[in-house]
């Protein structure tokens, strides 16, 4: 398997099927520390309007798994915590944004990570000449970070994120009645947790700063019942949804 056949799988392409107009044109970035509840809400956002979520970790951890050059490449830095290097990630978000399913809008999601990712991001979306509407900050306290990373996992069998803390009882016996197991991210250690917020503090956070001083920021609490934080989320795009 290549990357491509990676990206391929990802971008759905029966998607196509859809009529146009059922699409929306938003394309965002959620920004947020890891355990800020981005890919669960990107998930429900992509359910929703059809406007496909793009994942950089979810695209990475898939090209890990199918072990292609590139996943190679990106594993040591994922354990450890740190960031790939832009090249990979840069290299990966132009073949994603360049999908049939992704023309309409997009939902980024852990990307950009970094100064030099947003910048490259606006050259992109510039030649596309479809510019980034917003940046939603979802924000957390850090005391809730941990716990929402040391409990998340996901279920083997339907891909649902959830966890030990947090999660209704019942959806996590629906899982393990049905056969599946609760599996967690092999970056969802404490150590390697500790190095994931460290970074995202010095090269994410000066991001919050970048799209301000664009015009684009909006802040969400990201704390409490996924439901609520999910309708304080759409409420903060509204005007932008076609
Ligand atoms: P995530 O699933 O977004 O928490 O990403 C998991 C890991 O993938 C991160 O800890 C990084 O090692 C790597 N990664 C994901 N997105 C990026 C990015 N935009 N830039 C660099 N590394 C990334």
């Known amino acids: 398997m290549t990357f491509t056949d990676v990206v391929r799988y990802f971008s759905r392409l029966d998607r196509d099927v859809i009529p146009r107009e059922k699409y929306s ?30 994942s950089t970790g979810d695209l990475l951890r898939a090209a890990v798994a199918a072990g292609t050059p590139l996943g190679k490449q990106a594993k040591a830095a994922m354990d450890a915590g740190d960031l790939v290097t832009d090249e990979i990630v840069l290299g990966i978000i132009r073949e994603r944004l360049a999908q049939p399913d992704a ?25 596309l000449t479809a510019p980034l509407d ?66 995202y503090r010095q090269q994410t956070a000066p991001l919050i700063e970048y799209y301000r001083r664009h015009g684009k920021l909006v802040t969400v609490s990201a704390e409490g019942e996924i439901d609520a934080v999910y309708r304080r989320l759409v409420e903060s795009i509204k005007g932008l949804k076609s």
């Open 25 to 54: 044109d938003m394309r965002i970035v959620l920004l947020g520390a890891p355990g800020s509840g981005k890919g669960t809400q990107a998930k429900r956002l992509e359910a929703e309007y059809r406007t496909p979520q793009v």
């Open 103 to 127: 023309q309409a809008g997009f939902i980024l999601d852990g990307f950009p990570r970094n100064a030099a990712q947003a910048e490259a991001l606006e050259a992109v979306l510039a030649e």
């Open 134 to 199: 917003t940046a939603v900050l979802m924000d957390v306290d850090f005391d809730i970070l941990m716990k929402r990373l040391t409990g998340r996992r996901t279920c083997s069998l339907t891909g649902k994120v959830l966890n030990v803390y947090f999660s209704p009882q019942a959806d996590i016996d629906a899982c393990i009645q049905a056969g599946g197991e609760l599996i967690k991210r092999d970056d969802d250690n404490e150590a390697t947790i500790g190095n994931r917020l460290n970074v």
